[in-house]
């Protein structure tokens, strides 16, 4: 398993790279850490899926999501990868969208072994996660620096493959687009977050500010976000 595959410039919406890889039709989902539902409203409407529960554990984003009503296929609860509310083997497929690097770090082996107990024998695990790279991540990292998490992360899925308690089916590398049509946008989408207390004093959140904007053209600023898939089987 690698971390990064740099020569990866395929460019395109995870979803399009979910639907060549996952089993979709009539599957049992649970997402963890789904945040504004983006990837659960796409699922949920393009997948042809059975049901998914979608989890959240910021309380506030949780919040609002329950009122969301136009997804009858999805039920949103509260709860945390490490501590998953539901009865063993209850899905198909686990599908984690840049989140397993925000579980503590003292509990990423946890969730990995609640995913495991969730899901049913032979049951597949899709974790997407950021690759430390790129002109976005650049930017990010000035004030949200998630390099050791998303190593502890990676760390921690090599560790459940290594010891079989899933096994490797694939790996994907590509980028999703990214856009902000300014940067007041991007403050409120990436600073002013509620899983997050970003608190920037002014010299840095300067810095950010005239990092953003050396991107931003007529049409606002554009990023390829490199990203990797694990994906992982239950035996």
Partial sequence: MKIADHSAEFLCNEYEVIAEELPLRGATILELGCGKADKTRMIAQLGDVAAIVAMEVDAIQHARNLAVTDLPKVVFKHGAAEAIPEADASFDIVMLFKSLHHVPLAQMEQALDEIRRALKPGGLVWISEPVFAGEFNEIMRLFHDEQEVRAAAFSS??????????????QRFFSTPGHFDSFEQFDERMIQVTHTDHQLPPDVYAAVKSKFEAHLTTEGANFRNPLRVDILRKP
Avoid: H, I, N, T
């Avoid at 899925?157 to 308690?165: L, M, N, S, W, Y």
């Fill in 157 to 170: 899925v090599c560790r459940a493959v290594e010891d079989g308690r899933f096994e490797l089916v694939k």
